[in-house]
């Protein structure tokens, strides 16, 4: 199956910037999606960002002209650009593989990674 590694997660200020990166074995599936998802204290987890394997993106409200989904196939990573950080951002960030087309559902994806902290401060 599957394994992530994702790294890049740290404190930074509000307006901050942050790089999420996440490595994965080789994957053969003729469709997939990958993705972001992140989880605070208290609160359910949350879709972040997903791309698939033709490259098409979705965001979430929250996120959308701060943060950046992109993959490098040739690495077998994916990355999440983060920008004008805000607190409410802080959060424990997964990145995550589907095997098929994209969902926004994480009970959706197969496989996980370990999780990456990424703390706001104000």
């Known amino acids: 199956q599957a394994q992530l590694v994702e790294s890049g997660g740290g404190s930074v200020q509000a307006g901050g910037s942050l790089r999420l990166s996440c490595a994965t074995s080789q994957y053969t599936y003729s469709r997939y999606c990958m993705g972001w998802f992140r989880q605070a204290p208290g609160k359910e987890r949350e879709g972040v960002a997903t791309?698939?394997?033709?490259?098409?993106?979705m965001y979430a409200d929250f996120v959308t002209g701060r943060f950046t989904i992109s993959q490098d196939n040739a690495k077998n990573t994916l990355y999440l650009q983060m920008n004008s950080l805000k607190p409410e951002d802080t959060a424990m960030y997964y990145c995550a593989i589907r095997r098929t087309y994209c969902s926004r559902i994480s009970g959706d994806f197969e496989y996980w990674g370990e999780g990456n902290q990424v703390s706001v401060s104000s």
């Open positions: 791309i698939d394997s033709d490259g098409i993106t």
